[in-house]
């Protein structure tokens, strides 16, 4: 009996790690630099020799040495995968072999070089692709990266140093990345590695150090990748907080928050946090507190502006919505760890403000460690000025109105009760002012709680007509009935005003979430943008256009849109494309407009505009304005998304394109050289051949001179075809004469079949071009007896059907005839059948498609009764009109 087999340990361990990679997404790691030469690909190595020496199975995909000792000396110990070697242009090209690394399973691979674009013929047209493949199989990758070739910071790079980045990777592949590196090297200890010749070598290098590595160059680099690490460590750093048990503020460096309102003064206050914040170094983040209540049209209009003014000068600008200010300022301030508070100086004091506390009152109690600035904008004003009510206080004259009816009714029924009745005429009093605030604002609420309490004790309580009260426990009930009435009241308001901002909410959310649904559901970039068009115009009452561009030249218009655009929309459109800003109506920019426009950003690149028109009589709040920002987001990532998938479509047309160019040049050359090698062989034998050979070499050197004509000519007329270049002549021809004519073409190469000829002596006169004709039956014959045994027949009939409507010419063989599923690419460029012999370049059946289609017929392929492949062509008949006789 066999033992069974032990298990080899190291195949176990191996397969227990790719099964352990297939369950997990694998860890990005990426070594950023400023630029070539700071040392990324050392960093990487030695990070990966850790690895090794922690027992990690490390493997290295691809590294770049460029040569240099010291970073080379790094690879000792480290398993290196041989390169896949890819044929590009008659050059050996080593890449990345994806394969070999998924079938080794490695727990971590070294990948140089993120942004590498990989030779045509490989599986994807750029190596970050490769590196997202890895780590979607569970492997941990290493990987280097300059921060010129971030997607979002290549116009910044361009403006810097005037070189135009070819090779980007998008910002959404560094989002993936588990771990960002950042490996730093000041402008002077850089440019000493490049004369040193540590970075590029010989004449290279000097072209470098008076081009790409000048030291402005080098140290605006260096900033702009120090500032993209600390945004992701600010990032990362919001991350945490968010999720940390107490809400406060992190001192890890300071962040200003302006508040900005409806006021004119509010303008003042942003430009003074802009000059603060420039002072102090620091970022800035301007919020609008939107109240329960809509603000009027002319106050809207302020905050719009005030907002604009704060993102012109580089602040964040966030909107939130809160009945409280400053609970909502110091609640977004811990959001977005903000260290101090700008707010303005009170101008005079609210009615309000009387009983809860000035705003900055409570931003002191509410603000805990966070810095509070105020500052004076305006001297103080009388200490009670009614035009400053809250404006969530004032209501229309018909809910004061109303109100008062109301009372006056209740007021009326009690003085119909007896007087010893006046406690459920207090209650009755009670009971309107809360069902009141269900149907009227704060502000009339507020006055049917006073009035109510006035008239009940100067009607009803004891002694009536006197605002006197004698009992003590008519005083305590008065009191008790003033202030719950006026907190009933007021809190049921707010309550009934929350739910209406609930709604308003639950709207903005539930439109975005049918945008985002309609957009996940299409199938196409036309049908997104319809869905979404048509979702803003039912939404807004507006009508919509969207212009799609990279340039205001290609700005064109989508045929979804419902807004027809004039010259002079079109030019507010391409300004908006330009500057990546919104204007039009509503906005300080080109306000004449007809409509509003947005414009769709991705990644610092503006890739079309979305404008939409409401009628004149109406506004767009500010919470309508961040809706239209949100679905032009949505709409700028469909786009890309569909730009991605075309680019990606195009990369690939463009590598199968190269394959077939290479296939096809190969193919050519081939077939070129064999004649021209029978040619030469032939006329070098010819002088010292023997008479007797001197025939058969002149015959050998006439058949390739033939074969040679006929690839020639079937070149030149794939070229015409595709050209559009052919124009058929139709004149009537003899059956008889165009199956001769394409024999006597083919003779030779059909010596050995038996021919069977079947054309009626009766068979009209074809209309049709004699020279195409002949061609197309020349080929299918010279292909019957090519890829035929020899010594078996070949058929070739002709005739009229469908009484007399087409004349039909069919080339049959006894060879192995053709599957059905073969059929149909049969007739296609450089397609050959499976049990084709060697030779040829798969042209003929597509050029006998194209030369009868010319003339408006067709070519069929079908199975031989008897074995093997039928070829017929269809072309319109007409009876042959007789000539008129001469006079």
């Not at 959001?335 to 700008?342: D, F, L, P, S």
């Not at 690419?825 to 084709?836: M, S, T, V, W």
Request: glycine share 8%.
């Amino acid at each position: 009996m066999t033992a069974p087999a032990r298990p080899n340990p190291d195949a176990l361990l191996a397969s227990l790690q790719a099964s352990e990679a297939r369950a997990r997404r694998g860890h990005l790691k990426i070594f950023l630099g400023m630029c070539p030469g700071v040392g990324k690909t050392y960093a990487m190595l030695r990070a990966g020799q850790r690895e090794r020496a922690a027992g990690t199975n490390v493997v290295v995909g691809i590294v770049e040495t460029h040569g240099r000792t010291e970073t080379e000396a790094l690879l000792n110990g480290l398993e290196t995968l041989p390169r896949r070697a890819i044929d590009y242009r008659g050059a050996q090209l080593g890449e990345l072999d994806l394969e070999a690394v998924r079938a080794r399973a490695p727990r971590l691979v070294l990948v140089d070089e993120l942004a590498h674009t990989n030779a045509p013929g490989s599986r994807h047209a750029k190596r970050w692709q490769d590196v997202v493949e890895l780590l979607d199989a569970g492997i941990d990758v290493l990987t280097t990266l300059n921060i010129q070739h971030v997607e979002s910071r290549a116009d910044a790079v361009r403006e810097i140093t005037g070189a135009v980045q070819r090779e980007t990777v998008p910002d959404s592949v560094l989002d993936l990345a588990d771990e960002l590196e950042l490996v730093d090297l000041t402008p002077e200890g850089l440019l000493e590695r490049l004369q040193e010749g540590k970075v590029y070598l010989g004449d290279r290098a000097a072209a470098a150090a008076q081009n790409f590595f000048q030291e402005s160059h080098l140290a605006a680099l260096r900033e702009l990748a120090l500032r993209y690490t600390a945004e992701r460590v600010d990032r990362q750093l919001r991350e945490l907080r968010a999720g940390a048990a107490k809400q406060t503020v992190w001192r890890s460096g300071e962040r200003l928050l302006v508040a900005v309102g409806p006021s004119p003064f509010s303008t003042q206050l942003v430009r003074w946090t802009r000059r603060l914040a420039a002072a102090q170094g620091a970022a800035w983040i301007a919020v609008h507190v939107e109240a329960l209540s809509p603000l009027p049209p002319e106050d809207q209009r302020l905050v719009d502006k005030n907002l604009a003014l704060a993102r012109e000068l580089g602040a964040e600008v966030v909107v939130t919505q809160d009945a409280d200010i400053a609970a909502a300022l110091v609640r977004t301030a811990i959001q977005h760890n903000a260290t101090q508070i700008v707010i303005g100086k009170p101008r005079a004091r609210r009615v309000l403000d009387l009983v809860r506390g000035t705003l900055v009152d409570r931003l002191l109690r509410l603000g805990g460690k966070i810095d509070i600035y105020v500052v004076p904008v305006e001297n103080r004003a009388p200490l009670v000025n009614l035009a400053h009510f809250d404006h969530e206080l004032r209501s229309g004259a018909n809910e004061y109105a109303f109100v008062a009816v109301v009372l006056a009714a209740i007021t009326l029924g009690g003085a119909l009760l007896p007087t010893n009745y006046y406690l459920g005429t207090g209650l009755v009093y009670l009971l309107a002012t809360i069902l009141l605030s269900l149907r009227v604002g704060r502000g009339p609420v507020l006055a049917a709680g006073v009035l109510s309490a006035l008239a009940w004790n100067f009607l009803f309580i004891p002694p009536r007509f006197t605002f006197r009260i004698e009992k003590v426990e008519d005083g305590l009930l008065f009191g008790t009935y003033f202030v719950v009435a006026l907190v009933a009241g007021q809190l049921t308001a707010r309550i009934r005003a929350q739910a209406v901002a609930e709604r308003r909410r639950e709207g903005r959310a539930v439109a975005l979430f049918q945008l985002t649904r309609a957009l996940a559901a299409a199938r196409t970039l036309d049908e997104a943008v319809f869905a979404a068009l048509r979702q803003a115009d039912q939404l807004f009452g507006a009508k919509t256009a969207l212009l799609l561009g990279g340039a205001p030249e290609s700005l064109v218009p989508h045929f979804a849109g419902s807004l027809a655009l004039d010259e002079k929309e079109r030019g507010v459109a391409d300004w908006v494309l330009l500057h990546r800003r919104p204007a039009g109506r509503f906005t300080d920019t080109l306000p004449a407009a007809a409509a509003f426009y947005l414009p769709l950003v991705r990644e610092d690149r503006a890739i079309g505009v979305l404008g939409v028109a409401v009628p004149r009589e109406q506004e767009l709040t500010l919470a309508q304005r961040d809706l239209l920002e949100a679905f032009a987001r949505q709409l700028a990532l469909s786009v890309e998304q569909e730009q991605l998938r075309e680019a990606s479509e195009r990369e690939k047309l463009l590598a199968e394109s190269e394959k077939l160019h290479r296939v096809l040049l190969d193919s050519v050359s081939h077939e070129l050289r064999t004649p021209l090698a029978v040619i030469t062989g032939s006329l070098e034998n010819l002088v010292d051949a023997p008479t007797d050979l001197r025939a058969a070499l002149v015959e050998e050197a006439r058949a390739a001179a033939r074969r040679l004509n006929r690839l020639v000519g079937n070149l030149l007329d794939q070229t015409r075809l595709e050209s559009g270049a052919l124009r058929p002549r139709l004149d009537w021809c003899d059956a008889r004469d165009l199956v001769n004519a394409a024999l006597d073409g083919v003779r030779d190469e059909l010596a050995g079949h038996p021919l069977d000829i079947v054309v009626p002596s009766d068979l009209p006169p074809v209309r049709a071009d004699f020279a195409l004709t002949e061609q197309a039956l020349a080929n299918l014959l010279l292909n019957a007896a090519r890829h035929t045994p020899e010594t078996t027949p070949v058929f070739v009939t002709a005739g009229t059907e469908r009484g007399g409507q087409r004349v039909f010419f069919t080339v049959a063989d006894r060879g192995p005839g053709f599957p059905l599923e073969m059929r149909e690419r049969l007739f296609k460029k450089f397609e050959r059948g499976d049990a084709a012999k060697a030779g040829g370049l798969g042209l003929g059946l597509s050029l006998v498609r194209g030369f009868v289609a010319a003339q408006g017929g067709e070519i069929v392929v079908g199975e031989n009764p008897g074995g093997g492949a039928v070829f017929t062509i269809y072309l319109p008949h007409q009876t042959a009109q007789p000539e008129p006789a001469a006079e």
